[in-house]
C-alpha cells in the first residue's frame, strides 16, 4: 500500500511540472488562474446535488393472504410486515402472521392452524435517482412457527383396487404443541405509489432447520409462515404488500465517487 | 435486475419440479396383499403348483386377476406355487373361495375350498401423496375358518399353516396351504 501512495504521490508532481512548462512557453501568466478555477469547480459540484434519504419505519399487510380468504373458504389468514431503514442500503424486517388453512389432498384432508413470526434483513440494490425510494432487495429471515394440525379425514391407499375403492374415513384426531423453525431468501420489491405509501411482492425460498413432528403416525403437512412441506426440507412463498412508511429522520447523501478523487 | 429476475425463475422452476410427492410411488409399501404359498402334502419342504386355480373374493363377480396380459377367463387362473391376494380394509374378515381346476370340462375334478380369515386392522400414515396404509394382524384364536363347496366335499386344502401373524409388507409368506 505504502509503495502505491509513493508512485502516486510521485508521478502528480511530474505531470504537473510538465504542464507548468508546457504553458510557461505559452503565456506566462495563465497556469495560475487554470489551477485555481477547477478546484473551486469541483468544490462547487460537490454542493449542488443535496441529495437527502429518509429514514424510518415502514409498516403494512399482506394483501394476498387477507384477500385469499373472501375466495378460498378453506383459507383464514394475516400477515403484518414492516421494516427499519438502518443504514443507506440495510433494512431490519420482520413479518408475524397467522394462518387457519385446511389442505385437500387426493388422500388427506387436514386442517392447520398457528402463528409465526420471521425476522431478518432486505438489502436493497437498487441505486434511486433524486428523491425516488424504491427498492428491489434480496433478503434473509429466521422463522419460527408454533401451530397445530388436525386430520379430519384420510383414505386407504390399495395397490390392488379388487375390493370397492374405500371411502374417506373420518378421523377428527388433533396433533398439538407443533413448532418449526427455517431459513428464507426473500428477493422482493417495493414501489412508492403515494406520497408514503407503498406497494410490493416478494418471493420467498425456504429451508426447514428443525420441526417438531406429531408424536406417531403423522407428519407436518403444512407450516403456518413456511407453507406446504414437500419432501426433504424445501418450501416456497410470496407476499404482496401495501405499507406505509413513518418518516422518522433525514440523513444527507454524501457523494462517495468525488471524496475519493480528491483524496487521490 | 438480471440477477433476481434469474432468482425469481430458479424459485418458479424449483418450486413447480416439486409437485412429483404429489403421485403415490408405486414402489412405496402400502398396504400389503396377504401373500399365500402351495406346498406339496407328502414332501411338505417341497412347493407344488396349483392347477388353475381361481380366487373369488365373497360377495364378487369376478376373480382375482392372477395375469394380466391375459384375456377373457384366463386372467383369472395361475399355475404357479404363490399367490397375493387383497384382504379387505373395512372389515376384519374377509372370505375367497380357491377353485382348482377352474374351468375344467371335467366337473368331478373341479374342487372349491372357501376360507375365511379373520384379523384385526391398523391404519398407518405413509405420506401425503399415498394417505394411509392398512396393517393387518391374524386373530390370534380363531385366523381363519375353512369349510369345502359343498361341505360334504372333502377339502382340497389339506393344511393351512399361518406362518406370519402380522401382516406388514409383502415380502414374506403369511399362509403356507398344503394339498
Known sequence: MTVFCIQAQETTPTTKSLDKTKTEGVIPASPKQAKAKPSSATKTDTIVPIKKDRYGVRVGLDLYKLTRGLYDSNYKGIELVGDYRFTKNYYLAAEIGSEDKTTEDDRLNTTTKGTYIKFGFDYNAYENWLNMENIISIGLRGGFSTFNQELNSYKIYNTQHYWNEMPWIESGKSFNGLTAGWIEVVAGVKVKVYNNIFVGFSLRMNTLLFEKKPDENFENLYIPGFNRTYAGNFGAGFNYTVTYFIPLYKKTVKPKEVVKKEIK | ?179
Open chain 2, 1 to 179: 435486475m438480471k440477477k433476481i429476475l434469474s432468482i425469481l425463475l430458479l424459485v418458479i422452476v424449483t418450486s413447480s419440479s416439486c409437485e412429483k410427492d404429489d403421485i403415490c410411488d408405486a414402489n412405496t409399501p402400502t398396504t400389503p396383499r396377504l401373500v399365500i404359498d402351495f406346498y406339496n402334502i407328502t414332501t411338505p419342504s417341497v412347493k407344488k403348483n396349483v392347477t388353475n386355480l381361481k380366487v373369488v373374493g365373497d360377495g364378487m363377480k369376478e376373480g382375482i386377476v392372477f395375469n394380466s396380459s391375459a384375456t377373457g377367463d384366463d386372467q383369472y387362473l395361475t399355475s404357479g406355487t404363490s399367490i397375493s391376494i387383497p384382504l379387505k380394509t373395512d372389515a376384519n374378515s374377509t372370505k375367497f373361495s380357491f377353485t382348482l381346476n377352474s374351468g375344467n370340462p371335467n366337473p368331478t375334478l373341479i374342487d372349491i375350498d372357501e376360507v375365511t380369515f379373520n384379523y384385526t386392522r391398523e391404519n398407518v400414515f405413509v405420506s401425503r401423496a399415498c394417505g394411509f396404509k392398512t396393517l393387518f394382524t391374524f386373530d390370534p384364536t380363531n385366523p381363519y375358518i375353512h369349510t369345502a363347496v359343498p361341505s360334504t366335499k372333502t377339502k382340497w386344502m389339506r393344511v393351512i399353516s399361518i406362518e406370519k401373524s402380522n401382516i406388514a409388507n409383502e415380502n414374506e409368506t403369511h399362509v403356507k396351504i398344503f394339498f
